[in-house]
């Protein structure tokens, strides 16, 4: 069993920038794949981009393409996303998850543990 929790969320003005970082406890979080998701009030979940567990096969989501980037730092046991030149349809609660694939998955039903999530608001 592992617990994520999901930081560095916050609000921001338009074009700003965020970057949030996805931890796990019970586990090293570098045994997992992990996939960011975003929800906003009303709306489905939705994919945000996933990294493999050795940070080779990476995707984002094509409409967020050239504005979110995901790493990870296995040594820090930590997988970030970075987001840039935000606007205010990236309002959303961001949450983490963990696969034990060793793919990246952009399918919600393959990942085995979610975290919380952290709100992102941002404001035009």
């Known amino acids: 069993q592992v617990q994520l929790v999901e930081t560095g969320g916050g609000s921001v003005q338009a074009g700003g920038s965020l970057r949030l970082s996805c931890t796990a406890s019970?586990?090293?979080?570098?045994?997992?794949?992990v996939g960011w998701f975003r929800q906003a009030p009303r709306k489905e979940r939705e994919f945000v981009g996933s990294i493999s567990k050795s940070g080779d096969i990476r995707y984002i989501e094509d409409s967020l393409r050239g504005r979110f980037i995901i790493a990870r730092d296995n040594d820090k046991d930590t997988v970030y996303l970075q987001m840039s030149s935000l606007q205010s349809e990236d309002t959303a609660n961001y949450i983490c998850a963990a696969s034990r694939r060793a793919i990246a998955p952009t399918e919600p039903d393959l990942y085995n543990f979610w975290g919380p999530g952290t709100q992102v608001t941002v404001s035009s």
């Open positions: 019970g586990r090293s979080l570098s045994t997992y794949a």
